[in-house]
Nanobody, 124 residues
Framework: QVQLVESGGGLVQAGGSLRLSCAAS????????MGWFRQAPGKEREFVGGINWKIGRTYYADSVKGRFTISRDNVKNTAYLQMNSLKAEDTAVYHCAATDRPYLSGSYREYDYWGQGTQVTVSS
């Protein structure tokens, strides 16, 4: 079993930056990849981006491309979501999720393990 714990959320002004962390534990982390999702009140859970854990290749939703960067530290079993140029519409609860499937999906239904989420609020 894999446990995921996010941290780093908070309140920031528009144009500011935050870095979220997602620490994986529970067993030797060998999941294929990790995704970041967000969910705003009254909206569906949205794919933000993901990373192939082994080779470090990253994928992003169009809405965050050029502003958000995903990275990982294999030694610490931790993934990061660096968010720059934040906008009010980025306000949401952000979750990391891990998948054992041999591909990264934009659908939250294809992820096996989830963190509890961390709130990001961007004030305009």
């Amino acid at each position: 079993q894999v446990q995921l714990v996010e941290s780093g959320g908070g309140l920031v002004q528009a144009g500011g930056s935050l870095r979220l962390s997602c620490a994986a534990s529970g067993r030797t982390f060998s999941s294929y990849g990790m995704g970041w999702f967000r969910q705003a009140p009254g909206k569906e859970r949205e794919f933000v981006g993901g990373i192939n854990w082994k080779i470090g290749r990253t994928y992003y939703a169009d809405s965050v491309k050029g502003r958000f960067t995903i990275s990982r530290d294999n030694v610490k079993n931790t993934a990061y979501l660096q968010m720059n140029s934040l906008k009010a519409e980025d306000t949401a609860v952000y979750h990391c999720a891990a998948t054992d499937r041999p591909y990264l999906s934009g659908s939250y239904r294809e992820y096996d393990y989830w963190g509890q989420g961390t709130q990001v609020t961007v004030s305009s």
